[in-house]
């Protein structure tokens, strides 16, 4: 069993920068299937980017160039640069134990908590 933890997002203004975390708990992380989700309110979860077992790693259109991931072996990380008011909304990690996910949340199991990230105009 995985848990996951999302570290305290935070309020930045447009163009800015802001890097979440996720604590891996509770499992071996390494043959998971990890990925960054969001939601703003009165929009559905949109996928962000995901990263398998094998070292592939996709994002989408909406964050590439702006959002990195990147993972060590207790923690993922979003890296969020250019930051814009539309990226304003909750945050979650997720995870599958798979060797194949994409962007479709329905696919993952473990979910953190969710941490708010707030762009200001």
């Known amino acids: 069993q995985l848990q996951l933890q999302e570290s305290e997002g935070g309020s930045v203004e447009a163009g800015g920068s802001l890097s979440l975390s996720c604590k891996m708990t509770?499992?071996?992380?390494?043959?998971?299937?990890m990925a960054w989700f969001r939601q703003a309110p009165g929009k559905e979860r949109e996928g962000l980017v995901f990263?398998?077992?094998?070292?592939q790693t996709n994002y989408a259109d909406s964050v590439k160039g702006r959002f990195t991931f990147s993972r060590d072996k207790e923690r993922l990380y979003l890296e969020m640069n250019g930051l814009k008011p539309n990226d304003t909304a909750v945050y979650y990690c997720?995870?599958?134990?798979?060797?194949?996910?994409?962007?479709?949340?329905?696919?993952?199991?473990?979910w953190g908590q969710g941490t708010q990230v707030t762009v200001s105009s």
């Open positions: 509770g499992s071996t992380p390494s043959t998971y299937c």
């Open positions: 990263h398998r077992p094998s070292g």
């Open positions: 997720a995870a599958i134990g798979h060797f194949y996910c994409d962007l479709n949340g329905a696919r993952y199991t473990y």
